[in-house]
């Protein structure tokens, strides 16, 4: 909530980000490469890359001894990633609300004072979910593994859209912005199908993903999982 509304009142930063900061023109590619799209860009990656990995680490890492805690670097690790992330995903967010509220005719101050509610209200409802939804995600694997792969596809929408705000263009076809209404169709109906398996399979025995070891030396020096 503090950076997105710190993002607001940086509002002539965030105008300097759209702003070109070189070009190029060869036989085959061309554009002009910006600060905005070189952050979704890195952010775009950040996510393929995270998301890769914990879909990995669950279906082909080792399983976690119960009682062992992760390291207090790794939770700072975590918390840092987070931010990140989210900064990353309110470049979007907060350019809209920009576009979306009229400076003439509410005043800076009043316009500010909306985006600003906005924002609060949003990440309360966010905090209002956050338990429930958590709840829910680790009580089913397969919501897991699903909510990874919709990571996946939006960080392939964050590479395409920076391509789109650099104005890239191969050999003469210029990159468009996929639209985001496909992407929250494509989820949707995904939930929907894995709620009516979910439904059908009831009775059958859950999938048990693996969760990353953290510590296992520490805790049980000289011993394998197993003897754990």
Same mark, same amino acid.
Request: hydrophobic share 55%; charged share 15%; no cysteine.
């Given at each position: ?73 790794? #939770? ?12 990353? #995903? ?94 929250? #169709? ?43």
């Amino acid at each position: 909530m503090l950076a997105r509304i710190g993002l607001l009142f940086g509002i002539s930063l965030l105008m300097r980000l759209t702003k070109p900061i070189f070009s190029f023109d060869t036989v085959w590619i061309d554009g002009s490469v910006t600060g905005q799209s070189l952050i979704i860009l890195a952010g775009g990656f950040f996510l393929l890359y995270k998301s890769v990995t914990e879909v990995h680490n669950k279906l082909e890492g080792v399983d976690e001894p119960a009682g062992i805690k992760a390291p207090t670097s790794h #939770f700072w690790r975590v918390i840092i990633q987070i931010v990140a992330l989210d900064i990353v #995903f309110s470049f979007d967010s907060v350019l809209t609300a920009i576009g979306m509220v009229s400076f003439r005719d509410f005043g800076y101050g009043g316009a500010m004072a909306i985006m600003v509610l906005a924002v609060v209200v949003a990440v309360m409802l966010i905090l209002l979910f956050s338990g429930p939804i958590s709840k829910f995600v680790n009580d089913h694997p397969t919501i897991q593994m699903l909510a990874l792969s919709f990571l996946i596809l939006i960080g392939v929408m964050l590479l395409v859209e920076a391509a789109h705000l650099a104005n890239i263009s191969f050999f003469g076809k210029t990159v468009n912005e996929i639209p985001k209404g496909y992407v929250y #169709f494509a989820i949707a109906f995904s939930l929907l199908v894995e709620m009516l398996n979910m439904k059908l399979s009831r009775k059958n025995t859950p999938v048990r993903l693996k969760k990353k070891q953290a510590g296992q030396e520490k805790e049980y020096p000289g011993k394998s999982i197993d003897e754990v």
